[in-house]
């Protein structure tokens, strides 16, 4: 069944152990990736873009996709009137998908938590889905995301309740508002990031302007 499949594919991507593996259970996942997530009910990639459109004017400047996979928010985006997305994420067989949809200008491979490959204040917003979770990005690359964030900019994630203690992402938010990079702005409830099954895994969603 689909949805066994699903579940198989989220344990291995779970699972991952390192950076390179990681790839590499994403690259098995990335032709049914859609489908697969679609059968669980995830719901993420539609609903960030409500984060968005609240929070980041339409125009003037390019919003980065951090952690884009297949390029599920791309379209909604667009739909939404941001004509400037670009796309990020460590798998190139996800962004090759991604890229498919017509919806981004701009698709860079790299990996969350080590360098990005843009300068200081490039992007007038970032946002990110399902990254900041088990076995992914660290809460360290929040840093470089903020970096590459002009001021005045916003920072739109989700983080999962199980690494957000582990992780130590309190510790990351207050070290970067102490150093006065940025301020917080709004934090959802906790949530089901799946409709349909997986209801035990919840996310909240943070808003921070860049400072």
């Known amino acids: 069944m689909i949805v066994d499949k699903a579940h198989a594919a989220l344990e291995s991507v779970y699972g991952a152990g390192t950076p390179e593996t990681l790839e590499g259970a994403y690259a098995a996942w990335a032709a049914t990736y859609d489908s ?46 941001y004509g400037d997305v670009t796309g990020l994420d460590l ?64 920072a739109i994630f989700t983080v999962r309740d199980q690494v957000f203690e582990s992780g130590s992402f309190q510790a990351v938010f207050d070290e970067l508002e102490a150093a006065g990079r940025w301020r917080p702005v709004e934090q959802s409830p906790w949530f089901r990031c799946y409709a349909i099954a997986e209801p035990d895994a919840l996310v909240k969603t943070f808003v921070f302007e860049v400072a």
């Open 36 to 81: 697969e997530t679609a059968s669980l009910g995830y719901l993420l990639p539609f609903l960030i873009t409500a984060w968005v459109a609240r929070h980041v004017p339409t125009g003037d400047g390019p919003l980065l996709d951090a952690g884009c996979g297949t390029g599920l928010s791309g379209p909604s985006l667009k739909a939404l009137g």
């Open 91 to 154: 798998s190139e067989d996800m962004l090759k998908i991604a890229g498919s949809r017509n919806a981004y200008g701009e698709l860079k491979q790299a990996m969350l938590g080590g360098p990005l490959p843009w300068p200081d204040g490039h992007f007038r917003a970032f946002f990110s889905t399902g990254v900041f979770t088990i076995s992914h990005a660290p809460a360290s690359g929040l840093h470089e995301l903020v970096r590459i964030t002009r001021r005045g900019g916003h």
